[in-house]
Every structure is written in structure tokens, then in C-alpha cells.
Nanobody, 117 residues
């Protein structure tokens, strides 16, 4: 059974940094692209960053140059380093397998990031 546990969120002032972690189990982790997503109140969940099995990355325009996604296949963990945070980055952040058809794909509880101005 797929399990994803996000951590590392919190309250930070604008301009600050946070590092999110996501521990995955029940997943062929090294064989799958992983992504970080976020959902702000009243908004749909959006894709923030993705990392391929080979380590290639891509980002939403809104976070390019500020966020960095990385993975540690030995630990089945994906990270999101967030720098120069802005109030509009406030959201619940989730990680997940990029492939929407992965058997048993499910969402974790996410981790709240709040950026104060």
C-alpha cells in the first residue's frame, strides 16, 4: 500500500526558507518520477515541482529559481528546498508519484506552509 508522509512545514516570514521532506513506502520509488504539489484555500491542487528517475527537474513558473526538488533513492525520500518564500506560497504541500495511474496512488496528509508578510 502506498504511503506518503510529508514533513517540514511551518510558519516562516517572507524571505525565509523551509525544507520539506516526503518519505515514501509501498512504492517502487527509484523507478518513478516524484512531484511536489500544493493547495491553497479555495484553490485547486497544483503541481509545483517534479523530479524524474534520472534526476531531471522541472518547476512551475511561480517557483522557478526559488525552489529545488531533490531525491534520495536510498532513503525513499523526496525533498523540496524552498527559499525566498512569499505569502502566496502559503498552502498545504503534498508529494506524490507523478504517474496518475500508478496502482494504489493516494494522497498523504500534507504539510502546512504559512508565509507571513
Amino acid at each position: 500500500q502506498v504511503q506518503l508522509v510529508e514533513s517540514g512545514g511551518g510558519l516562516v516570514q517572507a524571505g525565509g526558507s523551509l525544507r520539506l521532506s516526503c518519505a515514501a513506502s509501498g512504492v517502487r520509488f527509484s523507478s518513478n518520477g516524484m512531484g511536489w504539489y500544493r493547495q491553497a484555500p479555495g484553490n485547486q491542487r497544483e503541481l509545483v515541482a517534479i523530479i524524474s528517475t534520472g534526476g531531471s527537474t522541472d518547476y512551475a513558473d511561480s517557483v522557478k529559481g526559488r525552489f529545488t526538488i531533490s531525491r534520495d533513492n536510498a532513503k525513499n525520500t523526496v525533498y523540496l528546498q524552498m527559499n525566498s518564500l512569499k505569502p502566496e506560497d502559503t498552502a498545504v504541500y503534498y508529494c506524490n508519484i507523478v504517474d496518475p495511474n500508478y496502482p494504489g496512488r493516494r494522497w498523504g496528509q500534507g504539510t502546512q506552509v504559512t508565509v507571513s508578510s
